[in-house]
């Protein structure tokens, strides 16, 4: 048995399809890490029990208002990150 943050795969989906529209920023995967732990220190974490991938506790859908936050929660660590990249010297 083993805790699962859906938050982070909500976050992981949306950092997919958000930086996918954009073309002028670096896509590696420090940067694309750096975007998701800074938006998931500002979102609230929704743990869930699974076990080899079957969650046992009912399964969150994500709803309309927190999809808004993710993206924007997202969309500004994308800008923050890419401004300033850690794995430039
Ligand atoms: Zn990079």
């Known amino acids: 048995m083993e805790l699962l943050n859906y938050s982070e795969i ?3 989906e949306l950092t997919d399809e958000l930086l996918n529209e954009r073309q002028d920023i670096c896509k590696c995967e420090l940067c694309r ?3 998701q732990a800074m938006a998931l220190n500002q979102l609230k974490p929704n743990y869930v029990v699974s076990e080899h991938g079957r969650i046992y506790t ?3 859908m994500l709803g ?3 999809r808004a936050d993710i993206v ?3 969309t500004k660590a994308i800008e923050q ?3 300033r990249p850690h794995h430039l010297p």
Do not use: E, P
């Open 10 to 12: 909500w976050v992981g």
């Open 33 to 35: 890490l750096d975007i």
């Open 58 to 60: 009912k399964t969150k």
């Open 64 to 66: 309309q208002q927190n």
């Open 72 to 74: 924007a929660q997202v």
């Open 81 to 83: 990150v890419s401004r």
